[in-house]
């Protein structure tokens, strides 16, 4: 693994002399700012006075300086108002019109500071009836068509952790909003509000679905899609051993090479696309799969182009040969944790810990020119 604990080190990846101030919060501002400061920007968590210290295990907050400032105090106010004028990004993930009663609204900062980009992350969006409405991960993918279509045939929707809402639709629909607004800046001289609501995000992820949908190639039912578990050929199949394998050779050639690394009955080799012998197929893989432990079959699919891979936990996925040969995982103050991503040729990004300082120390420094 990869080490990275010196705090002193500066990351010099494609972000670096970047400026973030991150207002403290849950899920996906969190992530979206550890992103940013993966990629080398400096972000700056301003966190309320009594809250948990850093904690290398909060993987989303690494590569933060935290500072604690109470918001109704009108000096912290102040010194947090120094930040945000020498600062080229805001983050945060506040119910609409809160920071906006903090003082702290985009009109008034773009009054001190007009170059800011200000990014808003929230489940519903700045506007519309749901806007000042309690809600978590499982019901903006609800509100947005993509639970529906996750889980199997016969049973209700499957949460998809929050990977689909919270990561998917926000914090990476957060980013790309805040660079954009940070590329279009250079041309005007002007910083601009980000709203990256949830619900927006994943309705975008959703395009593919709905591109099928108005095709009529996509069924509105769980089970019944190639890419949902209604096709045989691409699913999870149980092995021996009471593990998993996962199965998804969509291309003909690949198909056939599972047909016969699997040896699979010859009289459903061109089964693939048959839908009268779709369950028939899926028993034969069921049945093959069944025959042999997981890690029988990693063996016999190893370097094939049969898309047969193992289900992995999570500590199994930190210790397989293919995540361990592109270094996957670092360590950061001894905790192993993912390694940043995507990765750069020259400017390399990094995974830095968190660490505590002085919100007027941070104000001073950032009050001089920043280096060309």
């Keep these: 693994m990869n080490h990275h604990d010196d705090e002193a080190a500066p990351c010099r990846g494609p972000l670096a002399g970047l400026r973030v101030v991150e207002f403290a919060g849950l899920g996906p501002a969190p992530f979206a700012c550890m992103l940013l400061a993966d990629m080398g920007a400096e972000v700056v968590t301003i966190a309320r006075p009594g809250t948990p210290a850093t904690d290398a295990r909060q993987i989303a907050g690494r590569g933060r300086l935290v500072v604690r400032a109470d918001l109704k105090d009108a000096h ?19 119910r609409p019109g809160v920071m906006e009663r903090l003082g702290l609204g985009p009109d008034a900062l773009a009054a001190r500071n007009p170059r800011l980009v200000y990014g808003r992350m929230t ?25 529906h279509a996750i889980g199997p045939a016969d049973a209700a929707p499957v949460p998809p952790l929050n990977l689909v809402g919270d990561y998917g639709g926000g914090s990476l629909y957060l980013v790309a909003g805040i660079l954009a607004a940070l590329y279009e800046s250079r041309r005007s001289g002007r910083g601009q509000v980000v709203d990256a ?21 996509f069924r509105e039912r769980r089970g019944a899609n190639m890419l949902d578990g209604g096709a045989p050929y691409y699913g999870v199949y149980a092995t021996a051993d009471g593990g998993h394998v996962a199965v998804g050779p969509i291309e003909p050639p690949f198909f056939a090479e599972l047909c016969e690394r699997l040896d699979v009955d010859p009289v459903l080799r061109d089964a693939q696309h048959d839908p009268a012998r779709s369950a028939a197929l899926r028993a034969e893989l069921a049945a093959r799969f069944a025959r042999r432990t997981r890690r029988d079959w990693e063996d016999i699919f190893a370097g094939s182009d049969a898309c047969v891979t ?29 390694a ?22 941070v104000a001073r420094r950032w009050e001089r020119p920043q280096p060309v």
């Excluded at 912290?76 to 506040?94: H, I, K, N, P, Q």
């Excluded at 489940?123 to 639970?147: C, E, K, R, S």
């Excluded at 999570?314 to 905790?335: D, I, K, Y």
């Design 310 to 338: 193992p289900v992995l936990s999570l500590s199994e996925a930190r210790a397989h040969p293919h995540h361990a040969a592109r270094q996957a995982f670092v360590e950061v103050q001894g905790t192993p944790q993912p």
């Design 340 to 361: 940043p991503a995507p990765r750069f040729s020259r400017t390399p990004s990094a995974a830095r810990p968190a660490r505590e300082t002085g919100i007027a120390a």
């Design 76 to 94: 912290a106010r102040g010194e947090v108002l120094r930040l945000l004028d020498a600062a080229d990004v805001l983050v945060e993930g506040f």
């Design 123 to 147: 489940g519903w969006g700045q506007a519309g009836p749901l806007a000042q409405t309690a809600g978590h991960d499982i019901n903006y993918i609800a509100l947005a068509g993509a639970l």
């Design 197 to 217: 609501a949830i619900t927006d995000g994943v309705l975008s992820l959703m395009s593919q679905c709905m591109s099928g949908a108005l095709k009529g190639t």
